[in-house]
């Protein structure tokens, strides 16, 4: 009789994988509201990974809005997730232009975009900024169709990018000039609490200002003395030689295809010859030829590119150069203002000091006169009480010698320039 041993289960590879991705899928599933309510913070976080509206703005000057979320953008644009943060406005990061291998990140003011050789992928937002963007680069880029335009697509963007960007914090140092000039005339003229306050509000909004311009105008200088930096925004140039190179790395190939066919056809070689020796001279000499065709285009046209390029940051860092030629010099007419306050406060404060040292000095003088008529004001008998004009005599004789006394304070004062008046 057979001995029956213990049962034994044997487990099918494919339902175990459906049974665990079951589970995955149940526990993904079930755990996610109360992960959520556990973590608040961990569920808001995941919900903003989700996609966000998006402006797409072609080459031709058609414009869309589309929904991307941050993956999409990357691989669209071919970014890392830390140059994303940039156009965040949630994320409060300095003004800054990236160049690159495949698009140019631009975050200026409240224009945040993403420029590339054939679109521009712009934040969609409802700030009068972004669409004055929108609808300026999309009539330009219509009306290059019929007139040419030396600049590639990208630097007319980007060209765009900081004309609106000077234009408004030029816009704005001129709104704070029209207001700050007559509050610091009337402070001037008459000091009070209220000009002292509106003074030190708009000095707040000055230094808020004066650091935006600051940081665009170090951005821009920062471009023009790197080459590295300018020539990795050459987006369309740089788009032409991945095309040539794919084109030629095509023509390599077919014609290696056709050499190895002709030899194989012309006369008997080694299987290891035919195989292995052809491809490798081949790939050797087509990265020789494309290396050199990559030299000479970027030897030909990098430099003619980079002073265009330079040209143009160069005109808008004299305009933001301006403007913050404009915030110094109306600082330096509040520390101008501040200086006068100061002085004619000091002034103030002189002419009491002076006042009070004439008061202690005519104080001291009324005492002595107080003193002496103190003196004979007690109860004791003297021969000068028994004529009435000795008393007389000696009131009129202590005040002749007060007065004496003090208009030689006051001449030594005077003589020692210590009264100006």
């Known amino acids: 009789m057979a001995q029956s041993g213990?049962?034994?289960?044997?487990?099918?590879?494919?339902?175990?994988?459906?049974?665990?991705?079951?589970?995955?899928?149940?526990?993904?599933?079930?755990?996610h509201n109360t992960r959520?309510?556990?973590?608040?913070?961990?569920?808001?976080r995941y919900h903003n990974v989700g996609s966000r509206s998006w402006i797409l703005i072609d080459t031709k000057g058609y414009s869309e809005v589309v929904e991307f979320d941050k993956s999409t953008v990357m691989r669209r644009c071919s970014l890392p997730s830390r140059d994303l943060r940039l156009l965040d406005p949630s994320f409060m990061y300095p003004f800054s232009i990236l160049g690159r291998e495949?698009?140019?990140?631009?975050?200026?003011?409240?224009?945040?975009?993403?420029?590339?050789?054939?679109?521009?992928?712009?934040?969609?937002?409802?700030?009068?900024?972004?669409?004055?963007?929108?609808?300026?680069?999309?009539?330009r880029l219509e009306m290059s169709r019929d007139h040419y335009d030396d600049l590639p697509f990208e630097f007319r963007a980007l060209e765009l990018a900081l004309e609106l960007t000077c234009m408004s914090l030029d816009t704005q140092v001129k709104e704070l000039e029209l207001d700050i000039y007559p509050v610091l005339d009337e402070l001037a003229s008459s000091i009070s609490t209220?000009?002292?306050?509106?003074?030190?509000?708009f000095k707040g909004q000055l230094l808020g200002l004066t650091q935006k311009v600051q940081k665009v105008c170090d951005e821009i200088e920062h471009l023009m003395n790197d080459d590295g930096d300018m020539a990795e925004m050459y987006l369309t140039e740089k788009k032409e030689r991945r095309e040539n190179s794919t084109i030629s790395d095509l023509c390599d190939q077919n014609s290696t295809s056709e050499d190895v066919k002709v030899v194989s056809k012309s006369a008997p070689v080694s299987p290891v010859a035919s195989c292995s020796g052809v491809p490798k001279l081949q790939r050797a000499f087509s990265t020789m030829s494309s290396t050199k065709h990559g030299s000479l285009l970027s030897s030909s046209g990098g430099g003619e590119n980079i002073d265009q390029l330079e040209m143009l940051l160069e005109a808008y860092f004299v305009v933001i150069d301006n403007t913050l030629n404009k915030l110094l010099s109306l600082k330096e007419?509040?520390?101008?203002?501040?200086?006068?306050?100061?002085?004619?406060?000091?002034?103030?404060?002189?002419?009491?000091?002076?006042?009070?040292?004439?008061?202690?000095?005519?104080?001291?003088?009324?005492?002595?006169?107080?003193?002496?008529?103190?003196?004979?004001?007690?109860?004791?008998?003297?021969?000068?009480?028994?004529?009435?004009?000795?008393?007389?005599?000696?009131?009129v004789i202590t005040g002749v010698f007060c007065g004496m006394l003090y208009m030689s304070f006051y001449m030594y004062f005077k003589h020692k320039k210590v009264l100006s008046l």
């Open 36 to 44: 959520g309510s556990g973590f608040p913070g961990l569920k808001k």
């Open 102 to 139: 495949k698009a140019i990140v631009v975050s200026l003011e409240q224009i945040r975009c993403i420029i590339t050789a054939d679109e521009v992928i712009l934040k969609n937002s409802l700030d009068t900024s972004v669409l004055q963007y929108r609808s300026e680069l999309c009539k």
């Open 333 to 395: 007419y509040i520390d101008d203002t501040e200086d006068f306050i100061n002085i004619k406060l000091g002034n103030v404060q002189n002419q009491l000091i002076q006042f009070e040292l004439l008061l202690t000095a005519a104080t001291f003088v009324t005492t002595v006169f107080a003193v002496v008529t103190a003196v004979f004001g007690m109860n004791f008998e003297d021969t000068i009480f028994d004529h009435e004009s000795l008393f007389t005599w000696v009131l």
């Open 194 to 201: 209220l000009n002292l306050e509106r003074v030190r509000r």
């Open 6 to 31: 213990p049962p034994s289960f044997r487990a099918d590879p494919e339902s175990i994988t459906s049974l665990n991705s079951s589970r995955y899928y149940t526990i993904g599933r079930g755990n």
